[in-house]
């Protein structure tokens, strides 16, 4: 019966409800136009933490009530509703306190068990023997008390011995964290400090090289996009549907003529470098635009693409740049597009807001 009370108080204890919120928040993050929800791995590596801890702040049926920080960041990245964020706050610190409470009437749980085991040994003192009986003070420098002074009267080893044990033991498991995260700082230094010849490079240390468009009948998507966009920024009026037609050519190579270069028709190494313009906030739409269709197709979670250049825009092109070697500025230069145009996915279909703007096929088709 008690059992079963318990049971029923955890059903409506705040860890629950924070659960269920949190949970709630990421399921209607794809629900605004344009929006896409993320998938739980991309939502872990923003917020720092590994999936599977992740999945458990999110299942109402699990005991681990997400840290404060996690809420707050979890507020941001879903968008959730402005005036939620209180409430969850005050779920959040609810359900750490009724933790305690319950790991308290547990008898302290694991952490107290180990606590207690740790500590034991070392606080708690040997009982005291009556002087002149069996096991009490011995002479000094007699045999029983040489064996007293080593293992003490209760036969264990007294703390003093201890105490140096535990203490290299400490030494040497702070000295092989150390070594653990010197390395991988390392290759962290060492893939944010690699340049090749077109700038950003792959962890391998093989450069990038940009992508070649050229005009043909096929649905060329983000890419082609982007260069529609970022053709529009000049001054081109230029349908943005992803497909390369003798229009997105003509502008192509009239911009070409304008900036002295080989007048082909064709976007590759010596185009998109005088196409591509540093953008952060305050640029104009069209270069968000393009920059956004590129975040929200390398498969860290969606970026809404509305060309304005907002503060989870920035947070987005960051955490890009920290995960693929680039200097987290937080604005997209030249190497952050070559990157960007680079690690596109595969194509699979236009994005949902795009798909009324792709041209009709005939009857015939």
Known sequence: MAQERRGQDRERGAGVQLARLLRRWWEEA??????????????????????????????????????????EALHVQLRAPAEELEQARALCR???????????????????????????????????????????????GTAAARDTDARGTSGRP?????????????????????????????????????????????????????????????DQFTRARVLQYLLNAYGYKVRADGFFREDTRDAVMDFQRRKDLPVDGK????????????????????????VQELLNNVGQGGTEVSGR????????????????????????????????LVKQLPPVKAPDYQRGTSPQRSASE
């Not at 694991?110 to 740790?118: F, L």
């Not at 203490?167 to 230094?189: I, K, M, N, P, W």
């Not at 998109?272 to 906030?281: F, K, S």
């Open 30 to 71: 794809g629900s605004p136009p344009g929006g896409t929800r993320p998938t739980q791995q991309a939502l872990a590596a923003r917020l720092g933490v590994d999936q599977t801890t992740l999945s458990r702040y999110l299942n109402p049926k699990h005991l681990s009530a997400a840290p404060l920080r996690v809420v």
């Open 94 to 140: 609810d359900a750490l306190r009724e933790n305690g409470r319950q790991r308290a009437a547990d008898g302290g749980g694991e952490h107290a068990a180990q606590a207690g085991a740790a500590v034991g040994p070392l606080e708690t003192p040997a009982p005291d023997a009556a002087p002149g009986k069996e096991g009490g003070d011995a002479t000094p």
């Open 158 to 218: 007294r703390s003093r011995w201890l105490r140096p044990v535990l203490a290299a033991a400490a030494v040497v498991l702070a000295f092989t964290a150390g070594v653990v995260v010197h390395e991988r700082l390392s290759a962290q230094d060492r893939r944010a400090t690699a340049d090749g010849a077109a700038g950003a490079v792959f962890a391998s240390e093989t450069p990038y090289e940009w992508p070649l468009l050229r005009m043909s009948e096929e």
């Open 267 to 290: 976007v590759g190494k010596l185009t998109w470098p005088e196409l591509v313009r540093e953008v952060g906030p305050g640029s104009k739409p069209f270069e968000v635009r393009a």
């Open 309 to 340: 250049f907002t503060a989870l825009t920035a947070e987005d092109v960051r955490f890009f740049q920290r995960t693929h070697g680039l200097s987290g500025t937080g604005r997209v230069d030249v190497d952050t597009w070559l990157a960007l």
